[in-house]
Nanobody
């Protein structure tokens, strides 16, 4: 069974930094795209950043030049480095991945979410 587990959330002051990690585990054959989404109270879940197996990336306009997504393919892990955080970045951050398992069954998976709060 495939599982995504996030870590690294917390409380940080405006202008501060946090690094989120998400490790995929289970009977994994291949991971295509991995990404981060976030959901603030009363708002819809939105894409923050995505990185594909070849390394190409896309970012939401609101986080460009502040956030960096990266991945360690050997460890099936994706990271989100968040710098110059703003109060509007406060949300639950979710990891997402397109994974094919050893049965050659492909599916989209979500982590449980990690809270990021930006406040002074």
């Amino acid at each position: 069974q495939v599982q995504l587990v996030e870590s690294g959330g917390g409380l940080v002051q405006p202008g501060g930094s946090l690094r989120l990690s998400c490790a995929a585990s289970g009977s994994i054959l291949n991971i295509a795209a991995m990404g981060w989404y976030r959901q603030a109270p009363g708002k819809q879940r939105e894409l923050v950043a995505v990185i594909r197996s070849g390394g190409s990336t896309n970012y939401a306009d609101s986080v460009k030049d502040r956030f960096t997504i990266s991945r360690d393919n050997a460890k099936n892990t994706v990271f989100l480095q968040m710098n110059n955080l703003k109060p509007e970045d406060t949300a639950v951050y979710f990891c997402n991945a397109d994974i094919t398992d050893f049965r050659y069954w492909g599916d989209n998976y979500w982590g449980q979410g990690t809270q990021v709060t930006v406040a002074s």
